[in-house]
Antibody, heavy 127, light 107 residues
């Protein structure tokens, strides 16, 4: 049974750096084809993909946020960490982490869709 | 960047109706498209991947199709549980873009 859960601060100040942790179980990020991604959703708005890290430590970032994002495997083998610098009130959103495992011939190299999601964590940016 | 244009933004329908939601990609994405359902306060749920492959456990009333850069999600006979917001997501190599969402409301 695959589960994911996001954790981190619920409130950050403008210009601060946000660090979120995704803790997961039921799969190994060392297994071929596996990935973990981050997606966010401002209140009442659409989903926005942020970043993904793959089993081989390759990473992909949203072009519009690339300069602010870093995704890494955590110190624990079942964690992934996302950092976002220079936080702004427009970054207020629910942040989700999600599992990626493309079945045979269902993704291009580096492609990803997400079959299991965490419950999300709301991060508010305000002074 | 690949843009995804989803329509309509809101759709009013009744139980038993057949409904269609469309997503158009700004360039070719082959069949690399997924559909998700999201209910208020909940995480999205994967419905369809690779344009037309039904995720395990998803009812067969959901189906996906494609024609060039236009992708369609069809619900053949709406059930009360289907009223939610639906998103498409393209997943061409090393990139993922979501559509703006379609809110399916009860008429």
């Amino acid at each position: 049974q695959i589960t994911l859960k996001e954790s981190g601060p619920t409130l950050v100040k403008p210009t601060q750096t946000l660090t979120l942790t995704c803790s997961f179980s039921g799969f190994s990020l060392s297994a071929g084809g596996v990935g973990v991604g981050w997606i966010r959703q401002p209140p009442g708005k659409a989903l926005e993909w942020l970043a993904v890290i793959y089993w081989n430590d390759d990473k992909s970032y949203s072009p519009s946020l690339k300069n602010r994002l870093t995704i890494t495997k955590g110190t624990s083998e079942n964690q992934v960490v996302l950092t976002m610098t220079n936080m702004d009130p427009v970054d207020t959103a629910t942040y989700y982490c999600a599992h990626r495992l493309c079945r045979i011939a269902t993704c291009p190299p580096g492609g990803f869709y997400f079959d299991f999601w965490g419950q999300g964590t709301l991060v508010t940016v305000s002074s | 960047d690949i843009q995804m244009t989803q329509s309509p933004s809101t759709l009013s329908a009744s139980v038993g109706d057949r409904v269609t939601i469309t997503c158009r990609a700004s360039q070719s994405i082959s069949s690399w498209l997924a559909w998700y359902q999201q209910k208020p306060g909940k995480a999205p749920k994967l419905l369809i991947y690779k344009a037309s492959s039904l995720e395990s456990g998803v009812p067969s009333r959901f189906s996906g199709s494609e024609s060039g850069t236009e992708f369609t999600l069809t619900i053949s006979s709406l059930q009360p549980d289907d009223f939610a917001t639906y998103y498409c997501q393209q997943y061409n190599a090393y990139s993922g873009t979501f559509g703006q969402g379609t809110k399916l409301e009860i008429k």
